[in-house]
């Protein structure tokens, strides 16, 4: 009765239809629109810098005392990994998926502390979190002839616009240095005078400060008092009195004072022209595309004041044409599936049911559309391919809902009556397929890691796409059909069409019935050849799949002690080498940096360092994958330098993944590590296809390592800590203060004018004045000592490692198979070395950790499946019989890959995952109508072959529109498909295939199981 009422009032079911439809077609334009997903995470990063001090001294005094911290008080850390470089230290703590409560706990013990920690004279520690981690980020180059006051003062409001777009989070800066007042003093003249350095910075720094001193009270009025130092600062600081022995002296007489850029450790060049470079970063869930248009349309307006600015504005990375291509593919490829969806119901059911049934596709979408736009989430390639997945599912409870209707109609029930008989037929084997497909999908949800991250919200779109396609086939579909559904009168080719079909289907499952063992046989030789397939390796494996890139990046290192000049020189030789390769309209622009390079994820600063990065349009057939090799041969003969490395850019991949050969190799410094190391770059030497072998210890500076001579020190009468500020003030000199002028911090810097730059030992010539008025050198007064040391020192979880990295040619071998090499072969002499630990990471760590992952959601999509089906059905048997079409589907995609020759990837395998619960669901149909007819009271064989006519039809159309769905996709060459197009392959493979087990084996697998049990029950078993 109730249900007579529901399906009666097709008005509201009608009403509730449009006002979700149109929510939705209003909610997709509003969604944020990026390339993948933003990553979540709980991860701090601790900078701190100790200005002047070496990779050592840094790891000594900040790096132990911060872990010795870390490991003693703070809990849920998973891991630490610290970095100590020269002058600056980096830990980045990754805490344990954690409650978010929980977490911010722990982030405000680990910021106290960190400040409670006694560390060297530093700035305040700088503490970040990165919980939401976007990949869009972008390079904005300020480019002009002149690096001086304007240059930076422009690069300055430049930065400043850029920070207050909508949708920017922050904008970093390289190359942008502060300008420093320096003075520099002649220690001769001091020491003529009786004057040390010390009373030199200090008078310098007593005179130069601004202090509000307060108020003072005069005649009952009030007059504020302000002590003023730094006006007009060139003129009153070289009119300071400096008190000497005998006189005062001015400040001018002793030092030179001038006004320059601090030393800039990062340089850019672009188009030959000193350049600066922006980095702005995307706020979490902005719109990338928006944000790219804004940027653009801010330089276009800037470059037009070019001349009276003196500079000019590029974005060098624009990832909008990339974007766009990207989402506009998906979309196409969506578009077609659904066009094709229609098309096949239309053939089967006719064109009213058709259009009745393809209803439920933009029903669906608009409510997915609706909820991302709630929760906040963003339109990307992993939302459009939830879409192309879920696309021909969209339309499976609808068809077989329709085609109950349509029949029940023939047997000439009016519409209504019809509708109700039809639900009542199939509303929970409808149910039930939906709910073990979302089965197969939620776990898919708890996937952490990067493939989580990158597809974690593919399962969301889909489970939410079926869960509101089933209310639109169980309410709104009967509603309207109620009022849209007309008996067919006469019979149509359609009709027929339907009739020959289930003829030729009974005539061919009858044949099947009989010959059990042959039947049985062709599908056991079937599996049986799958298995010998992937035994013997037919199937490719290349589980980590080459994605697109269109950025080329190139990272120099020089001997140490390069100039920024040289190390620009010979970039600048580089730039001319590789732009001839790229073909006309294939290379955007191309820049300089200098001073700091990422190398194998790690970040190393220093003058000997740069890169050059090309940026190439993606509209182009080739991308840089094409032009790495070419330009690797075009540097073969390039000379004095330490290193040159090639690869195609893709920051969101390499930042997840790694490379394809990462080892971590622990174990105290020293002969043993050393050996170790020098063995495991020969076993990757001997690995075809292995290239770009790096270790990541480099040399650092060259140091001069001094220690006061207590002794020599008490015999000349002196005091230690004027020996040491002078020798502070002969190296890099000390900032005593700074002031503000304009929009800029000027820094003052007091330092002695020296003469080393052909011996460092003249550094020690310099003398110092005893109280006597004798001068003895700086070399009698200390121990000298010159060593190399490294350029970083790297800890992970408290220790220190190194790491060793490489490139691979996936042609010749794929990741999974060179690290099991690797393995194997350093397990054959790893106890030559008993205190050396090795540990691979980077694409094999992504790979083991998807593959084990993706194998206990596998366990647990086919645990739900069977808690459903046993539920529905009240059985243990019928669970098994529908999950034996599991293997049937996976049998069809491994012929399926033997065809196509695509490799087995992570992506492939996630969507076997996904088949699982797809491909039982038309034997849950199939089953659902054995039992009613069994129930009724028919035998065993004449139940199997009415079920099987009678789900015939809807098994055929929900196949072929699970199919066309994801056909465009699955035949896409299309570069921007490559990480999807597995999915879908396997998707489609293993329904293909496996809907022709289940018109034929399945129904055979239930006569033999249904017919045993009938027979134990007859015999009292």
Not at 407 to 429: C, F, I, Y
Not at 732 to 760: K, L, M, P, T
Not at 832 to 861: A, C, N, R
Request: proline fraction near 5%.
């Amino acid at each position: 009765m109730w249900l007579s009422k529901l399906y009666h009032n097709h008005v509201l079911a009608t009403l509730a239809y449009l006002m979700v439809l149109l929510l939705g077609i209003l909610a997709y334009p509003q969604l944020p629109r990026e390339q993948a997903p933003e990553a979540q995470f709980k991860i701090v990063s601790i900078t701190i810098t100790l200005p002047g001090a070496s990779a050592e001294d840094v790891e000594r005094f900040v790096i132990d005392p911060v872990e010795r911290m870390l490991k003693a008080k703070i809990k849920d850390i998973d891991h630490v990994n610290s970095d100590a470089q020269g002058g600056n230290a980096n830990i980045t703590v990754t805490f344990k998926d954690i409650k978010q409560a929980l977490y911010d706990r722990r982030v405000q013990e680990l910021r106290r502390e960190v400040q409670a920690i006694d560390l060297p004279k530093t700035q305040a520690p700088d503490i970040q979190e990165q919980n939401s981690s976007s990949p869009e980020w972008y390079k904005v180059l300020v480019y002009g002839p002149g690096n001086d006051d304007n240059f930076r003062h422009q690069a300055r409001q430049v930065q400043r616009d850029l920070q207050q777009l909508p949708g920017v989070a922050n904008v970093m800066n390289k190359g942008l240095e502060d300008a420093e007042l320096n003075i520099v003093f002649h220690p001769e003249r001091l020491a003529a005078l009786g004057i040390e350095p010390s009373v030199l910075s200090n008078t310098v720094q007593a005179y130069f400060k601004d202090i509000p001193a307060g108020k003072v009270k005069v005649d009952g009025r009030e007059w504020s008092v302000r002590v003023t130092g730094t006006e007009d600062v060139l003129s009153n600081l070289a009119a300071l009195p400096i008190l000497g022995e005998k006189s005062a002296v001015k400040l001018g007489e002793l030092a030179d004072i001038t006004r320059s850029s601090r030393e800039a450790l990062l340089g850019a060049r672009f188009r030959g022209q000193p350049a600066i470079v922006l980095m702005p970063f995307k706020q979490p869930g902005a719109n990338a595309l928006q944000l790219i248009d804004q940027i653009n349309a801010y330089i276009d307006t800037r470059n037009k004041l070019s001349a009276s600015t003196g500079v000019s504005l590029f974005l060098l990375i624009d990832t909008s044409d990339a974007i766009r291509e990207a989402i506009h593919v998906m979309e196409e490829h969506a578009w077609s599936g659904m066009v094709l969806v229609l098309a096949v119901t239309w053939l089967m059911l006719g064109t009213r049911l058709a259009f009745l049934t393809t209803l439920a596709v933009p029903f669906s979408l608009a409510g997915v559309f609706i909820a991302l736009q709630l929760t906040g989430q963003s339109l990307n390639m992993s939302v459009l391919l939830g879409v192309v997945l879920v696309l021909g599912m969209l339309v499976d409870d609808a068809v077989v809902v329709i085609e109950a209707i349509g029949q029940h109609l023939r047997r000439g029930l009016p519409p209504l009556d019809a509708t109700v008989a039809a639900l009542r037929e199939v509303w929970l084997p409808v149910a039930t397929s939906s709910f073990t497909t979302m089965a197969s999908f939620l776990p898919l949800m708890l996937i952490q890691g990067f493939l989580g991250n990158l597809m974690g919200i593919v399962p969301q779109v889909v489970c939410l796409g079926l869960l509101i396609s089933l209310v639109q086939a169980l309410w709104i579909l009967p509603a309207q059909a109620v009022v849209a559904v007309k008996p067919e009168t006469g019979t149509t080719w359609r009709e027929r069409l339907r009739q020959t079909l289930q003829l030729r289907y009974t005539s061919l499952l009858i044949k099947v019935l009989r010959r059990p063992k042959r039947s049985l046989l062709i599908v056991l030789s079937i599996f049986a050849l799958t298995g010998i397939a992937l035994k013997l390796e037919w199937v490719n494996f290349g589980l980590l799949p080459e994605q697109p890139s269109y950025d080329l990046f190139i990272s120099l290192e020089m001997p140490n002690g390069t100039s920024t000049q040289k190390t620009l020189a010979k970039l600048e030789e580089i730039e001319a080498r590789i732009t001839p390769l790229f073909k006309p309209g294939e290379l955007r622009a191309s820049a300089i940096e200098s001073g700091e390079v990422a190398i194998n994820g790690k970040f190393l600063s220093g003058h000997q360092y740069g890169d050059i990065w090309f940026s190439m349009n993606s509209g182009h057939s080739r991308d840089s994958a094409t032009i790495v090799p070419l330009a690797r041969q075009a540097l073969d003969d390039l000379s004095g330098t330490v290193g040159v490395w090639v690869q195609g850019e893709n920051s969101f991949w390499q930042g997840q993944v790694g490379k394809p050969i990462k080892l971590t190799v622990y174990g105290a410094s020293g002969l043993e590590l050393n050996k170790a190391i020098a063995e495991l770059k020969a076993i990757l030497s001997g690995i075809p296809g292995v290239q770009n072998v790096q270790l990541d210890s480099t040399a650092g500076l060259p140091e001069l390592k001094l220690r006061l001579n207590g002794d020599a020190i008490e015999r000349a009468g002196l005091n230690p800590s004027a020996i040491a500020n002078l020798l502070q003030m002969l190296s890099g000199g000390e900032i005593i203060g700074n002031f503000i002028d304009g929009d800029e911090s000027v820094g003052i810097r007091v330092r002695a004018y020296d003469d080393v730059s052909h011996d460092i030992n003249a550094l020690l010539q310099h003398t110092i004045t005893r109280s006597d008025g004798s001068k003895i050198p700086l070399s009698q007064l200390v121990f000298a000592e010159q060593r190399d040391t490294p350029a970083r020192i790297a800890h992970l979880d408290y220790k220190r490692v190194l790491t060793i990295q490489a490139d691979l040619d996936k042609a010749k071998l794929d990741t999974l198979a060179v690290n099991q090499l690797v393995k194997a072969r350093w397990d054959e002499v790893k106890d030559h070395y008993p205190d050396v630990k090795l540990e691979l990471g980077g694409e094999m760590e992504t790979i083991t950790q998807g593959l084990s992952q993706l194998w206990q959601q596998f366990v647990l999509g086919i645990g739900l499946i069977f808690i459903i089906v046993g539920a529905q059905f009240r059985s243990y048997r019928l669970p098994f019989l529908v999950l034996l079409k599991v293997p049937m589907a996976f049998m069809g995609l491994i012929l399926g890959l033997l065809i196509s020759r695509e490799p087995i990837s992570l992506y492939t395998l996630y969507g076997a995952v996904a088949l699982a619960g797809i491909a039982v669901n038309s034997a849950i149909l199939m089953f659902s109508a054995a039992q009613d007819r069994l129930e009724s009271g028919m035998g065993v064989v004449h139940a199997t072959v009415y079920a099987a006519r009678r789900r015939m039809l809807p098994i055929l159309i929900t196949s072929f529109t699970t199919l066309m769905g994801l056909l465009p996709l699955a035949m896409s060459s299309d570069k921007s498909s490559t990480q999807w197009r597995p999915v879908a392959s396997a998707i489609v493979w293993g329904v293909g295939f496996s809907t022709i087990l289940t018109l034929f084996i399945v129904p055979l697998l239930y006569r033999l199981a249904m017919g045993f049990s009938y027979r134990s029950n007859k015999l009292g078993l």
